[in-house]
């Protein structure tokens, strides 16, 4: 066995003994005779190692190469343009490729743009190696070399419409049919150029699962057309990641419209009994009681609002905070919803809390409220996955009386409380008991009726509820005491 082929045997990268004798030959040669055989294969085997990546999930940006075998999914359109100092145009095309961990955006330039559209079909398996760099819909890889693979099977769909579960970083011109679960209001900011962009986001739900959905400038203003329970089609979105979640991106090329399909959507919520502090779940439950909304305001000056509803299943049930727009969602006891990606909280007296933020979503699965603001569709066949919620609906009369976080603020005091008649005067000695609805500088308290912003050094925890005991100065109370 020569020194060649023993170096070979060791490698465990997907490349033919004679492709690796050729490499070998040419290092040889690069290095002008310092190097024997064994010496260049084995910084060859080095080489090859350092660049096979196990999928194209293991492709990132930086690298400086990286090889791999993907399935052809779609083919682009030959673009032309302008090179600096030079009189021929450039011409590049878009080609995406996927393995079983994930999809990438692959450049073909020039001679080969033009070998890609004459000659690649979708479906074909390629053995690719090129240079990772960051890209607008992520990581892409610009090709410097491409030839077919017959002999490997890589197990992905070829198809432009994909079911939530289908969806993989880095996936374009992906169509999706799927039923409205929730919607936000259209967001603006400052480009760097100057110019004013729009945002907005809609939440999806298939038989296979969610997903966010996120509206770009002129499509934007279409989730304020949505209402939940519709069933629309993404077409030509692009897939990126958020806070290490999928989502689903519309720009001017894409669009988002109503389709008259039936889709279903079926919540996988986890049992409340099952859920633990810094857990990100779905729930699923009938809605036992609801406060009134409360508004305070923010470190920034900005006003905010919270509305608190104590939900129960059949294992248990907690208080849910419902932050932002989704505390003027209409629901009352007796109402079945489902919360998705809630985060769960260390609450007041240590009772576990879930928090519905702006990444969370709020289906209403069947309403007894005079009117409905989450989604209907899909509400039998969610029903009748968490059968036995209704039964929770009725048995008792506590969901008319007060909440156990509100109980013990309405049982306090002798007026000592900030809801008697006016607000206090500059100076006044205040016992002001209350909910924290938020937790910093300053520390923001809710009695139902009022809020009051507290200067205090004490750590308390959202949601909690305290008592706290000083002076008023400039519209704050400034704690002595915090209880």
Known sequence: MSDIEGVYEDLEADVSLEEFREAVEAKVEQMGGLADEETAAMLVAHEVGESEVGGIADIEPGMEEAKFVAKVISIGDVRTFERDGEDEDGRVVNVEVADETGSVRAAFWDEHAEAATEELEEGDVLRIKGRPKDGFSGVEVSVDEAEPDEDTEVDVQVSDTYDVEDLSLGLSNVNLVGLVLDTDSVRTFDRDDGSEGKVSNVTLGDSTGRIRVTLWDEQAETAEELEAGTTVEVVDGYVRERDGNLELHVGNRGAIEEVDEEVEYVPDSTPIEDVEIGQTVDLAGV??????????????????????????????????????????????????????DVEIQDGWQDDLEASAGWQSTITVLDSDSASETGSSGGADAATENNAGLSAFADDGDESDGPSADTAGTEADGDGSDA????????????????????????????????????????????????TARGVVRDGRLEANDVF
């Open 287 to 340: 809605v036992r009681s609801a406060d009134p909304k409360r508004t305070f305001d923010r470190d920034d000056g900005s006003e905010g609002q919270v509305r608190n509803v104590r939900i129960q299943d059949a294992t248990g049930d907690i208080r849910v905070a419902l932050w932002g727009e989704k505390a003027d969602l209409d629901v009352g006891p007796g109402d079945e919803i489902a919360l998705g």
């Open 419 to 466: 809801s008697g008649d006016g607000d206090p005067s500059d100076g006044e000695e205040l016992e002001f008991t209350g909910v924290v609805v938020q937790a910093g500088d300053p520390v923001v308290l809710d009695d139902g009726e009022t809020t009051m912003s507290v200067a205090t050094d004490v750590d308390v925890g959202l949601g909690e509820e305290v």
